[in-house]
């Protein structure tokens, strides 16, 4: 059985950090896209970073360009979501995901994952 656990969230003030982490079990993505989404209370789940299984290309939300920096360690079968300078509009549940084909080594993707984590939460306050 395929599991995505995300960790690492929590609540931090504004202008705080927090490393979000993604561990996969059941099958090895070290050749698929994965990436982070979030989803705010009563809105809709949004793309945030997404990475190839490379390492060698990633795309970022312009919300967050340059403040979240996602990576990956594939002999570790995880991926991680650095996030610097948070403000309150960051609060929300993040997830992690994973595409299910074999990709092209710079393949990267922000939508259209077949695999999902159940979530982590986080808060920023003002």
């Known amino acids: 059985q395929v599991e995505l656990v995300e960790s690492g969230g929590g609540l931090v003030q504004a202008g705080g950090s927090l490393r979000l982490s993604c561990a996969a079990s059941g099958r090895t993505f070290s050749r698929s896209a994965m990436g982070w989404f979030r989803q705010a209370p009563g809105k809709e789940r949004e793309f945030v970073a997404g990475?190839?299984?490379?390492?060698?290309?990633?795309i970022y939300a312009d919300s967050v360009m340059g403040r979240f920096t996602i990576s990956r360690n594939n002999a570790k079968n995880t991926i991680y979501l650095q996030m610097n300078s948070l403000k309150p509009e960051d609060s929300a549940v993040y997830f992690c995901?994973?595409?299910?084909?074999?990709?092209?080594?710079?393949?990267?993707?922000?939508?259209?994952?077949?695999?999902w984590g159940k979530g982590t939460l986080v808060t920023v306050s003002s």
């Open positions: 995901a994973a595409d299910d084909q074999d990709r092209a080594s710079d393949f990267v993707t922000s939508y259209g994952m077949d695999y």
């Open positions: 990475i190839s299984w490379s390492g060698s290309n990633r």
